[in-house]
């Protein structure tokens, strides 16, 4: 007897699992086959790009690019690096890879390898330049809607700098989804240079100039002075141009003027820490210490030497190199300037010419002893990661390197006053500098006192060597180059006082900076020594004058 079909309730869970079956199946076959459907529907466009002439293929970029699928960027830049080809055997558009005399041919949409043919099998898709041009736009205007930031970013950089009123619309597309204020600004730049070039109405070409106005930079003004210079343009629109060119001219000279301001305080920084070491040897002793440059230079070189051993055995501390250096530059430059004293300076007190060519004889022992050492050539001296770079802050650029050396010499500046100030060793320099007799009548010895102050002032030196390592070549020569400016500070602001100092340094390195792009670096030099020589036939003894009664005497 034959088994009668179930066709009640005890049939039905199996038709349930049949029927699920079913439908997953056609729902996985429907996923997998909607990315195939939609690249079938861009082969047509793809085909389109190997056909017909240059213009043909013109409009084809165009058709790929409204589409806005994902899948055109890569093969148009396929094209324009010309790895698009045209297999002969059916006509279908490919990208190859071309290994020896053959070519690995893939399919543009999918991305799966084909076959392995002749180079003879397949023909290369022709591009010109104008095409290039096209793709490079094009491929520009589809990275604009990356969910990548950075490569937004780019995009519309490349975009703004293009300028091509084909991308018109697709930048107007990328700005209306844009929400990041960085880029959309950058987006609406770029739609304001092409509606210049475009032949949109009046109105809006004004907004534009307005927008490029407020960009302010000197790619705004060429563009709008490529308006301004326009014999067709409107005389409304030229005159905006015109005015926009004027206000973003002034703000350059604004800006020029805090550059100048800026350049010349890192100037007055490295003036000031040259200049307070001997501020502090020459108003106490009055001693013309012509070997200070080469304090300078002292210090400059502990700081190669501290490197070169970090280089060696640590290359992990070279991020503190300079504040290893600093101390021992401190202590060398400064042990140096006590055996000078000790040596020299003390049998010539009273002496000022003898004084002056002893130490000029010590600088030239000392370079001629730095040239034996490490030889005549530059030294190399690195700068810590924290030193390096620049930060931009409304159109001014500030580097890491002369912010840390003004910062550096207000601390230095400041700490030095503590001495003078809060210490004993501080109050004994001061009494002697005020009446030498009178504090020796006291029980100061006045000559440790001149020694310890000379090692001061020389030590002060060597870090502002540390310092100067960082923006100068390393030389056997590098003071030399600031003696004569530091005497220069230390004359203007006053002999013995750091205020002055400090005044007198800042008010020649700005003055510097702003007579340098009209008189050059020497004739302004030179102006700035003239000035110096008439203002102390005015007042001799600088700004601030010491009070005391052997100063005034």
Do not use: C
Request: hydrophobic fraction near 50%.
């Amino acid at each position: 007897m034959q088994p009668q079909p179930a066709y009640g309730w005890s049939a039905l869970p199996r038709s349930i699992h049949h029927l699920s079956l079913a439908l997953v199946a056609f729902v996985v076959l429907l996923v997998d086959a909607t990315p195939a459907r939609a690249n079938e529907d861009l082969r047509p466009l793809v085909q389109a790009l190997a056909d017909g002439k240059f213009d043909d293929k013109a409009d084809a970029i165009k058709a790929l690019a409204a589409t806005g699928d994902p899948a055109v960027a890569p093969i148009l830049d396929a094209m324009g690096k010309g790895l698009l080809y045209q297999r002969k055997s059916d006509d279908l558009v490919v990208i190859a890879e071309k290994k020896k005399r053959e070519l690995t041919l893939f399919d543009p949409l999918t991305r799966d390898e084909l076959e392995t043919v002749k180079s003879r099998a397949a023909s290369k898709v022709k591009v010109n330049n104008r095409l290039r041009r096209q793709i490079a736009g094009t491929l520009g205007s589809l990275t604009l809607m990356s969910p990548d930031r950075s490569v937004r970013m780019r995009a519309a950089r490349a975009v703004f700098d293009r300028a091509n009123i084909e991308q018109l619309e697709g930048v107007r597309t990328a700005l209306e989804a844009e929400q990041d204020p960085e880029i959309a600004g950058l987006l609406a730049q770029a739609e304001a240079s092409m509606i210049l070039k475009s032949e949109e109405g009046q109105d809006a070409k004004l907004a534009a100039v307005e927008v490029l106005s407020q960009r302010g930079d000197r790619e705004a003004m060429a563009r709008l002075r490529a308006v301004a210079n326009d014999g067709d343009a409107v005389p409304e629109l030229a005159e905006a141009a015109g005015q926009a060119i004027d206000a973003i001219e002034r703000r350059y000279e604004m800006l020029s003027m805090a550059q100048n301001v800026y350049y010349g305080l890192s100037l007055g920084s490295v003036l000031l820490l040259a200049a307070i070491g001997l501020a502090i040897t020459f108003g106490v002793m009055g001693v013309i210490n012509m070997a200070h440059g080469e304090m300078v230079m002292l210090g400059a070189y502990t700081t190669f030497v501290v490197q070169d051993i970090i280089r060696q055995h640590a290359p992990g501390l070279f991020d503190a190199s300079l504040l290893i250096a600093i101390p021992l530059a401190f202590l060398i430059a400064g042990g140096v300037g006590v055996l000078i004293e000790r040596g020299i300076i003390r049998y010539l007190y009273g002496r000022p010419l003898e004084t002056l060519l002893a130490t000029w004889g010590v600088s030239l022992i000392l370079q001629q002893a730095v040239r034996s050492i490490f030889g005549p050539t530059n030294q190399q001296v690195g700068n810590p990661s924290w030193m390096a770079g620049a930060v931009d802050i409304a159109g001014l650029t500030f580097t890491y390197n002369r912010l840390w050396i003004i910062l550096f010499s207000l601390i230095v500046l400041a700490l030095l006053m503590a001495v003078i100030r809060l210490t004993p060793f501080g109050l004994q320099m001061r009494a002697v500098t005020q009446n030498r007799q009178m504090a020796g009548s006291m029980g100061i010895r006045t000559t440790w006192v001149d020694a310890l102050t000379f090692g001061l002032g020389s030590g002060v030196a060597g870090i502002a060597g540390v310092a100067l390592s960082q923006i100068d070549n390393v030389s056997p020569n590098l003071g030399q180059g600031y003696i004569i400016d530091s005497f220069m500070v230390v004359v203007f602001g006053g002999v013995g006082n750091l205020w002055g100092t400090l005044v007198g340094a800042m008010t020649l390195g700005v003055a510097n900076k702003f007579l340098e792009p009209y008189a050059g670096a020497v004739l302004a030099k030179i102006f700035v020594l003239v000035f110096i020589i008439l203002f102390i036939q005015k007042r001799p003894r600088g700004l601030f004058a010491l009070k005391g009664r052997a100063v005034e005497a």
